[in-house]
């Protein structure tokens, strides 16, 4: 596939010429999107959804306008299963606050993976405590893998719930979605499915993964702060109560108490982030652009790299699969004898930006046997010299600690 330079659509590349290795904690922002909340702002600034003049129905249009770039991104059948929301953080306690403590009762089983995201984990060990369910954890091998057996066995007739991430934010590992919704629905419980890490890397169908729920966030694929979408079966969404309550989400209000918006304006209580919904539309269709098909081809082609440069490096030890292309563009690492935040200060001297510490999976750490690691996470606008360059300048840490190299 021909190289492409995207880095020149990016104004913080046109700044400096960062190494940016960051990309699973957020992405960086093409003008297109930057552009288009500044647009938002000068030319459809009003409180959507209220306003009985033009220009808040221009902001109301924007909204939804993006709420429908969304459903079309995501597959997803009506613009009702579009929530809005502040990132998948709030999608996913939205589902364990709402759907959860409406259906789980004691003795029932949540599943969950060990390799979970502290946002996929934590709503649901509120959840079961409040209502006397059971969490059960799949717990996969070194790879990320979860045997047959481990589905098979932990999600059974007791199970309700089913929550996993479809990419690990650690192990880069893209996990069997649709095999453990079938099973899952088999045994008629629901899927929710943690999306932040999959959407900005590969075309997600919702009804193809088998989702009844999914979560991810807007900054992640280059959209605003503060934006994030929670998809959910209408159905479902139906028979929920509201998570928050507020203005905009009520048809009528007495004294004694309301009646509920329609869907999705009914889980979107309080003046909504329209310009943060605009900002992502711009950024989904900036990704579609780009293409999946690039971006896949791109971040495996820089993992291979840094695998191969790895095995000369005795002192570096990936996490996660031998084989770079599962690793979806994520390389965690340790460096024998160096703090992964020692790593991440000393590469920052050569403006190099990766992450340190327990990534918000402080479960999967002591799993994997670690109380911390580094990580560098790719994405279409890293180039070769980036990874060459990262990996020379890994290999002169210990060096530079006064080790042996
Ligand atoms: N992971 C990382 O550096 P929010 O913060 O709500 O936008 O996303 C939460 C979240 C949920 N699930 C997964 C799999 C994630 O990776 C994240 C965010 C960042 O890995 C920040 S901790």
């Known amino acids: 596939m021909t190289e492409k330079d995207f880095r020149n659509d990016f104004p913080?590349?046109?700044?400096?010429?960062?190494?940016?290795?960051?990309?699973?904690?957020?992405?960086?922002?093409?003008?297109?999107?930057?552009?288009a909340e500044k647009t938002f702002y000068e030319k459809m600034n009003a409180n959507p959804l209220r306003g009985l003049y033009e220009l808040s129905a221009?902001?109301?249009?924007?909204?939804?306008?993006?709420?429908?770039?969304?459903?079309e991104f995501i597959g997803a059948d009506s613009e009702k299963e579009i929530i809005f929301t502040r990132n998948a953080t709030e999608s996913l306690n939205l589902v364990a606050y709402s759907y959860g403590l409406s259906v789980l009762k004691p003795g029932d089983e949540v599943v969950t993976t060990v390799m979970e995201h502290h946002s996929n984990m934590l709503p649901w060990q509120m959840a079961a405590e409040k209502t006397g369910a059971k969490l059960v954890y799949l717990v996969p091998d070194k790879d990320g893998n979860f045997s047959d057996d481990e589905i098979e066995t932990k999600i059974n007739k007791n199970t309700k719930i089913v929550c996993i991430t479809h990419v690990s934010n650690v192990l880069g590992c893209i996990n069997p979605v649709r095999k453990i919704a079938d099973r899952a629905h088999a045994v008629g419980a629901k899927v929710v499915v943690d999306g932040a890490q999959s959407t900005p890397h590969m075309k997600v169908n919702v009804k193809e993964l088998g989702a009844d729920f999914f979560a991810f966030s807007g900054h992640k694929l280059m959209g605003p702060f503060g934006i994030g979408v929670l998809y959910g079966k209408e159905e479902l969404l139906e028979e929920m109560?509201?998570?928050?309550?507020?203005?905009?989400?009520?048809?009528?209000?007495?004294?004694?108490?309301?009646?509920?918006?329609?869907?999705?304006?009914?889980?979107e209580a309080g003046t909504v982030n329209a310009a943060g919904a605009y900002g992502l539309a711009a950024a989904i269709k900036y990704l579609e652009s780009v293409g999946f098909d690039y971006i896949r081809e791109k971040e495996d082609r820089l993992t291979k790299i840094i695998f191969e440069e790895a095995e000369k490096y005795p002192y570096m030890h990936i996490c996660g699969s031998d084989d770079p292309l599962k690793h979806n563009g994520i390389v965690t690492f340790i460096i024998d004898d160096v703090h992964p935040h020692d790593i991440?200060?000393?590469?920052?001297?050569?403006?190099?930006?990766?992450?340190?510490?327990?990534?918000?999976?402080?479960?999967?750490?002591?799993?994997?046997?670690?109380?911390?690691?580094?990580?560098a996470s790719l994405y279409f606008y890293n180039n070769e010299k980036d990874v060459r360059f990262f990996m020379e300048k890994l290999k002169e840490i210990r060096r530079y600690m006064g080790l042996a190299e």
């Open 344 to 375: 991440a200060s000393i590469l920052d001297e050569s403006h190099i930006c990766i992450r340190a510490g327990h990534h918000c999976a402080e479960p999967l750490m002591k799993h994997l046997g670690v109380s911390s690691t580094a990580r």
């Open 12 to 35: 913080v590349f046109r700044k400096a010429d960062y190494v940016y290795l960051d990309t699973a904690a957020t992405a960086q922002r093409p003008d297109a999107v930057i552009q």
């Open 241 to 267: 109560p509201p998570f928050m309550r507020g203005g905009e989400m009520i048809e009528s209000v007495s004294l004694n108490g309301a009646k509920w918006a329609e869907l999705p304006h009914k889980f």
């Open 58 to 71: 221009e902001a109301t249009e924007a909204y939804e306008d993006a709420r429908k770039t969304v459903r």
